[in-house]
Structure formats: structure tokens, C-alpha cells
């Protein structure tokens, strides 16, 4: 039985992407929550921990973090909300948390698709990029430093980098020649370099290169400007471990596009 309080709208939206085995986990999960709080209705509370469940998983507030690797996670996850608040796409910050999930997730982010997506335009592959590096540039420009907290989105970005050379033929210099195949593309949706010239291989990886510096730096770029806004919104994390709702909506609309994004996006 669904509370009264339950938004299924709100809920498609945020389940967007889902496919029907993640919808019938996430029903699952809501009704769980419901029977273990010994409740006969399921409501929207259940939905949305049932949602973090799903993409982030369990909390493990028993995983205890040093001072600094606290403020490490809290700078990386704003650095990740603040790049993705001005990046073209359907991709909506709706949350940021620094209280542990999963197996490894120390923080997160989450982008909530305001629609159903199949495509992404080239300047929403450059923005998704520059939003993947936005934690470790963060940490860099903080701390001068980066720490290993980066490691997954650094594989995103590379795959989506490389997948734009050569998949998509994004790359002014090699045009739309397809150097990758789809391998199982029904199952796993792997994909493998085909067989080229030394020349040729060094010049994908070299694009690829280019993709991921050019979106580092229009990472870095974004929260220099927004310094002030980058230090507040982390301090505030700190203090309450996740922005969401209204919070976090005023606080993005003050970010503020420095003067070489459109020309990241364009060029």
C-alpha cells in the first residue's frame, strides 16, 4: 500500500534509466523499509532511501574517516556538484553526501535525469567529462594534491574520452571513422580498439589525452572562480553530511560560468 505522501512522478524522474529489474529491486527495497519501521503504507521516505540503496548502496556509518579524509571526500563531492551544475545535459544535481555506502563509496553525488535520455550531444560528452574530474580538481586546487578517491572517475572519463574518438567520431582530426567495435554489445556493452597503424593508435591517444586535460582544466577553472562558493557549500557539508531539496538548489544557482566554458563547449 503507497502512503499518501508518494510522488510517482517524482520517482520517475529519478529512476530514469532504471531497466525493470532496478525498478522491481528499488519496490522491493521501499516495501522492506516500510515493514521493518512496522508500517502497513510505503511512503515517499522509503522511496528515496530505497533510490540510494539501488545506485549507491547500504550506509556504513561504521566506516570511520580521519579529519582529513572527511574534508578530502567533502571537497571532491562539492567539486563534482558545483562543474555539474553548469554542464549542458538532463543530468540534474539533486544530492551530495559524504556519509559512506556501498563497498567503497566514501561520498557521492547524484545527478537525477530530469527526462528519459538516449543521446548524448557532443558539449554534454565534454561536460559529462569536466563533471567526472570536477572531485580531483577540487582536491587540487584545496589541497594541492589528489588523493586515490579519484581513481573511478578517472576511468569514466577515460572510457567516455576514448569512446568519443573512436565510437562516436567526435574528433575533428580523425572524423567520423569508427577505430572501435561494439563486443557483446547486448550483454556487457564492451568494446575493443580495432586493428590500426602505430600512427594512428598513437593519435587516438593523444585525442583521448586531450579530451580528458581540456576537461580538467575547465574543472579547475569553474571552481577558481567560485572559490568562495566552493569553500562554503564544503563547510556546510561537513556540518550536515548531505544538501538536498532547496539547500542545495540555492546554492547551486550561484555558481557562476567563467568566461572559458563556452568556448570549452563549442570549440
Do not use: C, W
Not at 214 to 234: D, P
Request: aromatic share 4%; no cysteine; glycine share 10%.
Amino acid at each position: 500500500m503507497l502512503g499518501e505522501n508518494v510522488n510517482l512522478e517524482k520517482i520517475a524522474t529519478q529512476t530514469a534509466g532504471f531497466a525493470g529489474a532496478d525498478l522491481a529491486n528499488l519496490v522491493n527495497e521501499a516495501a522492506l523499509l516500510a515493514a521493518r519501521n512496522n508500517r502497513q503504507a510505503v511512503l515517499m521516505a522509503d522511496f528515496n532511501e530505497a533510490i540510494e540503496r539501488v545506485v549507491a548502496g547500504l550506509e556504513k556509518r561504521s566506516r570511520i574517516l580521519t579529519s582529513l579524509e572527511r574534508q578530502t571526500v567533502a571537497y571532491h563531492e562539492v567539486g563534482h556538484a558545483l562543474v555539474g551544475a553548469l554542464m549542458p545535459g538532463g543530468g540534474k544535481v539533486s544530492k551530495i553526501s559524504i556519509v559512506p555506502r556501498g563497498l567503497g563509496a566514501l561520498g557521492y553525488t547524484m545527478q537525477t535525469p530530469e527526462e528519459d535520455r538516449f543521446l548524448m550531444l557532443e558539449d554534454e560528452v565534454k561536460g559529462k567529462i569536466a563533471t567526472l574530474l570536477g572531485g580531483r580538481a577540487a582536491e587540487k586546487i584545496v589541497f594541492d594534491q589528489v588523493s586515490t578517491g579519484a581513481s573511478d572517475d578517472i576511468q569514466k572519463a577515460t572510457e567516455l574520452a576514448d569512446k568519443a574518438v573512436t565510437q562516436y567520431g567526435m574528433s575533428k582530426d580523425l572524423g567520423p571513422v569508427a577505430f572501435a567495435k561494439n563486443e557483446g554489445q547486448f550483454l556487457n556493452g564492451t568494446t575493443s580498439r580495432r586493428a590500426v597503424g602505430g600512427e594512428v593508435t598513437a593519435k587516438i591517444d593523444s585525442l583521448v589525452k586531450q579530451y580528458i586535460d581540456r576537461g580538467y582544466e575547465i574543472a579547475q577553472e569553474i571552481l577558481k572562480f567560485n572559490r568562495g562558493l566552493l569553500e562554503s557549500t564544503t563547510q556546510t557539508l561537513l556540518k550536515q553530511e548531505v544538501l538536498e531539496g532547496e539547500q542545495l538548489e540555492r546554492i547551486l544557482s550561484l555558481v557562476k560560468a567563467p568566461d572559458e566554458l563556452s568556448q570549452f563547449l563549442n570549440k
